[in-house]
């Protein structure tokens, strides 16, 4: 099959340019190996997170049409990595579709400087795009340290699996499996555990913070239990509640937990001959040691091909 | 076609003495059935034809009554609604479970008890003030149409079974009877609106809720109650009720996006909790330090995005109230 190269307008969203840096790091490697361009979108806001629609339901679409107006601008396909992120998208987008009036309005506003949203932009998750776009052959050709020996927990994030119907698991029910899909790709072992689809507690957080950690410490320690050596997720909210609180889950829960969380492009980078540093990943708060020590017992180039 | 059901038993006395088992276990029950049968028309052929003691509730098999909830491969739903065609084509097995977030009578017949407790507990009865009218209440028709969604509730607990809050923590009021408050704080007729919302914004109220949308998936009826929590949260503010952290921060978080088009991970949690709030702000040290030690912080000096401007221009033109 010949490659076919690969371009998207990349909108990056706010928690890889702020709290999980080493995500735009790792996401930026890995699609300059892989062969995808990226072209940011500087001038996109935030998705508003499902946050400023409760206040401000309006302007949450406003914002969301004019990033996807300025992708269109550019004739390329939208990518994110955050599940969150893909969820907003996806809700507005189909509430676009739904009511023209709606989009004429916005799109009477985006006019001022100079942009419209025709409708019919594909938006798509890294995850999404790996498998639908880029094709999991392909990745499998270019895997130079295959992570035989790794056993992975898959953790999706609400966003990207629910409401189904508008994240098109109607019509591609199998997206629920993708995060498997790829772990298998990259030659490391899923491990199956039933919070995967649950909610890792990230959003109520500030409102509730007990029963957030609780609900991280959980999934986690569940995912322990079963032999994970590590747990990856395409949300970086997740990670920020699986990775950057874990010391608290785990006084929440009274139970020991020591987990490392990668973040999607982290898992593919290190197949791909990355080291742990380029992928950025010295500064999760839960050592990746572990996983580092497991990537020796199989080299790199050990088992190309 | 060939179906397999593989269903929990399960009665927790440990004497009831009629042969069923005593600790959870899964019993497989495999049979011949027309393809237009359910989940449900399944259970009922193996309670009448192969084991008289499997225990199941259902009454009207048509989704109206609400009795027949349960989890099916792990998602609550009816199973009066469910064909067995349709999610086991090829006859594979499937889990059958009593519904969770609520004690387990015997096999797949939970106590409904705590659900209707929360029910209750939102005063689900019109409670209107003024003079009474000497005849019945008016009210035009468009005000009730906000309203059929969420009427369409049939209390069958799916709902308050996919719930990810209860399944860590009771004391949350829970989608369903926080669907029924949106239906009564909503109703043009009531005189409660404030009072009501007052309630709903305590501890285990509005604010609980993790927005993880399994509600909406499990509802068969399409009444969203996450859906119906979040406007609550809306009426909740624009109410006055502007001092809980929640209110705080989607307040807070729309105002760091209009001011740089982007969070600023370092403000938002301080301003949800309240600058004044030691306690809280206290809480949020242990993490703050462990992300400046794997120089995790987002950047001190936060720099809205080129053309600001536009995204202003949106918020000002888009913004209510």
Known sequence: MASVPLKYAWFPGCVS?????????????????????????????????????????????????RTFALAQRLGLPLLNNCSTCQGVMSAVQARLHADPHRLQRINEALAEEGLRYDGGLSIKNFLWALVEDYGLDRLKRLVTRPLTSLRVAPFYGCYILRPAEKLGLDERPERAQYL????????????????????????????????SLTMAGKHLADAQDLGADCMVTPCPLCHLNLDAQQPDAARTIRQPLALPILHLPQLIGLALGLSPRELGMQKHIVSTRRIEQRLRQAPAGALAG | MQATLKVRRYTPEAAAGDGSPREPQYQTYTLDVPD??????????????????????????????????MRINGQSRLACKTKLIAIAPQGQTVTVEPMANMPVLKDLVVDMEPFWAKIRAVQPWLQPTGPKPEREYIVP???????????????????????TVLEIDQNFLGPAALAKAYRFVHDPRDG??????????????????????????????????????????????????????????????????????????????????????????????????????????????HRPIPGIENVRRLFAKFSHE
């Open chain 1, 180 to 211: 498997e899909w790829v772990i298998s790709a990259v030659g490391a072992e899923p491990v199956d555990f039933p919070g995967k689809t649950r909610c890792c507690g990230f959003p109520i957080l500030t409102m509730n913070r007990r029963n």
């Open chain 2, 36 to 69: 237009y049968f359910t989940v449900l028309d399944a259970l009922i052929k193996i309670r009448e034809e192969i084991d008289g003691t499997l225990a199941v509730r259902c009454s009207c098999r048509a989704a109206v009554c609400g009795s027949c909830a």
């Open chain 1, 17 to 65: 340019r702020g709290a999980c840096r080493e995500l735009y790091q790792s996401m930026t490697r890995v699609a300059t190996v892989l062969g995808i361009e990226l072209v940011e979108l500087k001038e996109a806001a935030c998705t508003g997170a499902g946050v400023i629609s409760e206040r401000q339901p309006d302007v949450a679409d406003a914002i969301n049409t």
């Open chain 2, 192 to 301: 409660k609106t404030r009072e009501r919302l007052a309630e709903l914004n305590k501890y285990g109220g509005i604010w609980d809720c993790t927005h993880c949308f399994e509600c909406v998936t499990a509802c068969p009826k399409g009444v969203a109650p996450m859906d119906r929590i979040l406007e609550l949260r809306h009426d909740a503010v624009t109410h006055g009720f502007t001092n809980t952290n929640g209110a705080r921060h989607a307040e807070a978080f729309t105002e760091l996006v209009r001011h740089s088009g982007w969070l600023d991970e370092n403000r938002l949690p301080v301003q949800s909790v309240g600058l004044f709030n030691i306690k809280e702000l206290v809480q949020l040290m242990p993490v703050g330090l462990r992300m400046l030690i794997h120089r995790k912080m987002p950047p001190i000096i």
């Open chain 2, 141 to 163: 028709n468009e005000a009730m149409l906000g309203l059929n969604g969420v009427m369409a509730c049939i209390m069958c607990g799916a709902c308050v079974s996919a719930c």
